[in-house]
Every structure is written in C-alpha cells, then in structure tokens.
C-alpha cells in the first residue's frame, strides 16, 4: 500500500525543516556582525516601484494597492527624508483614498473582508501605519477619523473592551490596538476630545493584566501555544501604555516569559521558521519592558544577538525579507497582497526592519530612526 497524505506530508516537513536548518547553519558560519542591510532594504524597496509612488507588494504581484505604498513610504521615510515636493506627492496619494468617516479605502481590495476580516488586516488595521507614515511627511490626514467617535465615551469603550476574548488575545489585542493607536493620534494630532476614553481604556488594560504573567491572558499557561498567544497579545497592547509613558506592571515576570519563548535558532515560535510577526511579536515588548526596569544584562544581549541573525537570516538576494521561510503568504486573503515561498514582500521587509532597527538601538544605546508617534514606531 502507499503512504496516506497525512505520511506524506510529515515526511515533507521534516525534509524542509531539515533543508532550513542545514540552510540557517551555513549562514551562521559566515554572518558578519556588522552586517549593513539598511541599503539593500531601500534598493528592494525602489524595485518594488511601479510609477511615482505607486508600489507592489511582491516580484509576483504587478498591482499597486495603499498597503504596499504605506509600507514603502514607511521604509523610506526610515532610512531617507522626503523633500517637500515628495512629502505633498504622498500625502495628495493618502488622502485620495481617505473617506469621510476618516477610514481609506482602496479598490483593489474585497470590500466586505476589507471591513468585516480579519482584526490583523484591514480597514481599521490600516489606520495605524497611515498615522506614522503622515508623521513621516509632516502632514494630517484631510478628515478626521470619526468613524472612532462611537467609543467616544468612557462607558462605551469599556463596554466594547469586556466584549472581547482576552484567551484568544491576539485577535483582541489587535482590535485593541487598532482603535488604541487610532485615538491617541487624534487626540494628539487632530485635536479630537478622546483623552477620556483612552484613560478608560488603559485603566481598564492595567486592571485586568494576568498578574502571574505580566500580560494580558484569561486563565492559566498549560501549553506553548497559549505563551505565544499571549506574549503577541502583549506586542500589541504596550505600544498604547508606552506611548503614555504608563509603567506595565509586573515587568519583570512578562520579561521571563518571553525569555521562554525563544528557541535555539533564535525566533520566537515553536520551531524553526517563526516568522516575521512571531519574532517582532515578541522582539518588541521584551526591548520595551527591558527599558523600563532599566535591564541591559548579559541574558538580554545574548538573546539579541541570536534574534539578530535570525531576522537577517530572513532577507533575501534582492535585499527584501520574507514573512516565513519556505512558505508563501497572503496578507488579507489578497491575491495583489501576496509573495509565494521565499518571496520578499513589503509588509516582512517593514516589519523584520523594524524589528532590526529596535535591536540595534537597545544594543548600541543609541537614537532610534524612529519618530516619536503613537504606535508601531514608537522609539525606545
């Protein structure tokens, strides 16, 4: 008799995790420490250009949607400064496609799962990586985001907030984040009165953190998936308290967890391929809280390091990241979001760069390219 598919199919894996592995080790042997990326990220990121300012997610995508046009203006803008005329080009493109209500839309989306999808994708997932890149050019959007005035009010913030499933928290904490960042970008840029409803939100998050784990989590760790859940759930609700300058509270037991959660080759996920989320995920918080309890040991830099060559074991020839090794990746259930396996793409190259970029200047106590803004690039 042959071999079933499920048979098949392990044995597959295990080739492939054979291959990545023997792969990652010869990389290891020749890894320079003063590896410069920086420049091979622009030169993918200008290949990546259809027209103006018109980008392509992938090689293999040839439409230009506002999320790769974002995360190009985002790598740019992190690396180069635009000049004025550039800066009016990309805020004229922004606000083309902002609606009234303050969300932006984009025509080559599926509109329902664009609105209705995923809470890591999307309308109101968009929204905070619009905000850095208009801090990028000195620039506010043409309206005001007042699609968030529905939770406006304290009451109705924390009623949405004790809606949401804090055991499944990476889709929650998205969710969080997504209107989080949102409002603390209009109250600080747009003037619109959100002061009290974000004071609800965090007060909120502050009481009814896990205090056994230092994070957000309903009930008890019994498995590494649920650690991983968690600790990605932290990623996206401390860039909220951080940006306020609100101190997390049992710091230090949240640090010990996510220490856990690295693996020998240095990502953050049960084996080896974690991939681009997984590690910034974990990379993220672990650098925040280390600042705030002021930690710079040996445990902590030795776990960048690893961390290091890992994030830079994912960049290609072409100088762009893939999201996770040896698979392809479909942003939003997007065909024009897509990269097929071992393609860079624009969402890993911004995000493995900003994880880079967190690294370097936790490591060499230096500024960060980043701006100070609510969200994804908030510097250390």
Partial sequence: MGMTKKIQTKISNIINREKLKSEYERFCSTYEKEFCYEKSVIEYTASMKIKEIYYKFSNTSDIATIYSSVYACLLNG???????????????????????????????????????????????????????????????PKYEFVYLNNLKEPDAMIKWLKTLDYRKVWGSSNAIMNYGVAMQYARDKMNMPFEKSIDAMEDFLLKNINSKYGMWFDGEINKKAQRYEMIRGLYHILPILYYDHINLPYAERAIEQIIMSQNK????????????????????????????????????????????????????????????????????????????????????????????????????????????????????
């Fill in 78 to 140: 992190l690396y180069n400064e635009w000049n004025d005329e550039e800066k009016n080009i990309w805020k004229n493109y922004f606000d083309s496609h902002q609606k009234e209500n303050g969300l932006f839309e984009d025509k080559q989306y599926d509109n329902h799962k664009y609105y209705h999808g995923s809470n890591g994708w999307g309308a109101y997932h968009l929204i905070p990586h619009l905000t850095i890149a208009y801090d990028r050019i000195g620039a506010t």
């Fill in 265 to 380: 080759w240095g990502g953050f996920d049960t084996y080896i391929g974690s991939s681009a989320c997984d590690d910034i995920d974990a990379v993220d918080p672990l650098l925040r809280l280390s600042k705030q309890l002021k930690l710079n040991d040996e445990t902590i830099l030795s776990l960048l390091e690893k961390a290091k060559i890992w994030i830079l074991f994912n960049q290609n020839q072409d100088g762009g990241f893939v999201f996770e090794k040896g698979k392809p990746f479909m942003y939003g259930e997007q065909k024009c979001l897509s990269s097929i396996a071992n393609e860079s793409n624009m969402f890993a190259t911004w995000f493995r760069s900003v994880s880079l970029e967190l690294i370097e200047s936790f490591i060499n106590k230096s500024s960060s390219r980043f701006m100070r803004t609510p969200g994804y690039e908030c510097p250390l």
